[in-house]
């Protein structure tokens, strides 16, 4: 048979193909170990989604499934969509109460509110085809569509001294309502990304300092301030990082 295209291991990983068919696909992909290899991280990635979805209400999200979603540079399949829904609608439901009920909550609801940050980060920054919802060259509108969204107006800071330039945003779940991730890009294909929500009326402890979840691969810097939280995450040291996260503070603050 002909080498199997994209659309044919996509229907492969999600079951799709008849007995025969998929026999013929299999194969092919024995005399081809690196697509092989490729197809299997690929099973990996969507089973991690999916059990992350199923199983996000019954307690932490295991650190390895972050190892299974780190970046890559290969182009990611369609259903990565559906998974992506699913694995956020559980997080979602993870995530499904206040901020701060109380003193005594608070450094467990900020532990929370990273993470959710982090595994964002993880499930899109790798993303070749679709990383971003609306780009860069309709900052204006992306700005207006998540500060309706979110409620608030919104700002998006210029990384563009360090490096980075915006690739674009999108609007994401959260237990509390609506949230943003923007995206950004250095020359090299790093990505970081900045994830904003708006806390509920009565919830905010006004403002906290700098506080680092490290991560393998992803690590975060997130504070609060006034109404807003923010995590920037990424793959990069706890310097760098810091260094991005007080540029990204001091241009939302002035």
Known sequence: MKAPDENDLHALIDGKLSPEY??????????NPALRAEVEAWRAQRNAL????????DGAVPLRFLNIVQPRRAAWMPW????????????AGWFGHAWYAGAGEATDMRARFVHD?????????????????????QSAHLVQWLSKRLGAQLKVPALQSQGYELVGGRLLPGGDGARAQFMYQDT???????YVTVLAKGTSPG?????????????????????FG??????????SLLELSKLVYSQLTG
């Open 22 to 31: 998929r026999a013929q696909v299999e194969a092919a992909l024995v005399e």
């Open 50 to 57: 999916r059990e992350l979805g199923m199983n996000a209400a």
């Open 80 to 91: 990565l969509g559906s998974a992506v829904a699913g694995a956020m609608m559980g997080v």
């Open 117 to 137: 940050a982090v595994v964002a980060h993880a499930v899109y920054s790798p993303e070749v085809r679709h990383p971003v919802e609306v780009g860069a060259d």
């Open 188 to 194: 090299a294909g790093n990505r970081i990304t900045l």
């Open 207 to 227: 403002t906290t300092a700098f506080r680092f979840e490290e991560g393998n691969p992803v690590a975060a810097f997130y504070w609060i301030d006034g109404e």
């Open 230 to 239: 923010y995590a920037l995450a990424g793959n990069l040291s706890r310097s």
